[in-house]
Structure formats: structure tokens, C-alpha cells
């Protein structure tokens, strides 16, 4: 009582297991075979679609969607696959991220947390301004997206290291770093990706990116004023 298994078998037969009581169905895999026989010509779409990119003949953007385009004009999909397949979930989510980020921004609220934290910490330790930098673009880059959390915060975080007379490269590539740090939200899109199919909970993801950031942190409080040190 209580177990959960993965049964195999005819459709009727399962449905007459649960009629009887002896199983409840909790849901059901689809048992779709993939069709090999237009494989090759997926694989040169996409190969196809990324030497345009490369070479430059096409924008990347430009070229996905060329390719996505000649899959279904070559019936490697059919737009009803298309449609079955498409995390409508995560589309969604996303929409919700970039509009938040943009109000963010629109507001002046991601100033005005970056104006905050140069009051608290001040002309301090540099390493600590850089800590503050850190946990700041980290905060900003869960709802907004990476390009847009570099922006707010860069222009005050070397606005502020000219004024204190330090490398303000050493406070971009931190912040660089930091950016890239959106592993506590599922809210990044890769991440977006994999939380439906793969039935990952909001808090995996802040367990797992808490450790993920702690470590990248250390790696880069470490690294960054050694390769870019803090005084010109």
C-alpha cells in the first residue's frame, strides 16, 4: 500500500486494474516511438542552422528560426508536436521575469538598492565593497535577467571606485561574475527548461545554488583582485 510503480501493458488492461481498485493510475507515459526515418535531415537543419551563425551569414537568432522553419517544412515535426511539446509554463514565467525586471528598472528601485548599499558600506574594507557589489547583482539577476542586472549595477559600482581612487575594472568583472550567479531561483531560463520536465521543486534550486554561489563567490573574491587588483 503506498507504492508507486511504473506498469507497462494494453490500455484496457490497466483500465480494468483500476476499476477493480487494485492500482490508482497517478499518470500516464506517453509511449510515442521517435521516427529515425528524417533524422538526417534534422541533424543537417541543424547543423546547417549553426554554420550560418558562425560564419556569419545569418544573425543566430535568425538562423534558429530558419532552421525551425525548414523542420516543419521537411516534416521532421508537425506543428501539433511543436505545440504538445512547449513548456507553456516556463514561456509564461519568463514573460512575468522580464516585465518584473523592467519595472524594476523602470522604477529606479535597482538605483536605489545600489545607492543604498554604497551608503551602508561606504569607503570600508574594498574587498568588502566588492562582497556588497557581489550579493547585490546576485540578488537583481534572480528576477531580472543577467545583461539588465550588469546594467544598473555597473555604472554605479565604478562610479564608485573612481571616487575612492580603485581599479574600477577589479568592480566589473566581479559584477561580471556575479551576473552569470542565477542559480537560486528557477527563474533563468536554461534553468526553466528542466524544472518541469524534470519535477524539481523552487526550494532544489535554492538549495543547490545557495552552495553553487557560496563556492563561485570564494573562487572570485579570491581570483578577481589578483588578476585585476583593486589599486590602479
Not at 541543424?46 to 534558429?64: E, K, M, N, R, Y
Not at 568592480?171 to 550567479?181: K, L, P, Q
Amino acid at each position: 500500500m503506498g507504492d508507486v510503480m511504473l506498469i507497462q501493458g494494453r490500455r484496457s488492461n490497466i483500465a480494468i486494474l483500476e476499476a477493480d481498485r487494485v492500482i490508482n493510475v497517478l499518470g500516464e507515459v506517453e509511449g510515442q516511438r521517435a521516427n529515425f526515418q528524417r533524422a538526417p535531415i534534422a541533424i543537417a537543419i541543424f547543423v546547417g542552422a549553426l554554420l550560418a551563425a558562425t560564419f556569419g551569414i545569418f544573425p543566430l537568432p535568425v538562423a534558429v528560426l530558419l532552421g525551425a522553419l525548414f523542420a516543419f517544412l521537411t516534416r521532421c515535426i508537425t506543428p501539433e508536436e511543436a505545440y504538445r511539446e512547449v513548456e507553456w509554463k516556463a514561456l509564461i514565467l519568463i514573460g512575468s521575469m522580464l516585465a518584473f525586471g523592467a519595472a524594476m528598472d523602470a522604477t529606479g528601485a535597482a538605483e536605489f538598492l545600489a545607492s543604498e548599499l554604497l551608503r551602508l558600506t561606504g569607503a570600508l574594507n574594498p574587498l568588502l565593497l566588492l562582497t556588497g557589489f557581489f550579493v547585490l547583482t546576485v540578488v537583481l539577476t534572480q528576477p531580472m535577467s543577467n545583461q539588465a542586472a550588469a546594467v544598473v549595477v555597473i555604472p554605479v559600482a565604478l562610479q564608485t571606485a573612481l571616487q575612492l581612487g580603485l581599479n574600477p575594472r577589479t568592480f566589473a568583472m566581479m559584477i561580471a561574475v556575479a551576473a552569470s550567479c542565477s542559480y537560486l531561483t528557477p527563474l533563468e531560463p536554461s534553468c526553466l527548461m528542466v524544472y518541469g520536465p524534470g519535477q524539481y521543486r523552487f526550494a532544489d534550486f535554492l538549495k543547490v545554488g545557495s552552495l553553487l554561489t557560496v563556492f563561485i563567490f570564494i573562487v572570485a573574491i579570491i581570483l578577481v583582485p589578483l588578476v585585476w587588483p583593486l589599486t590602479v
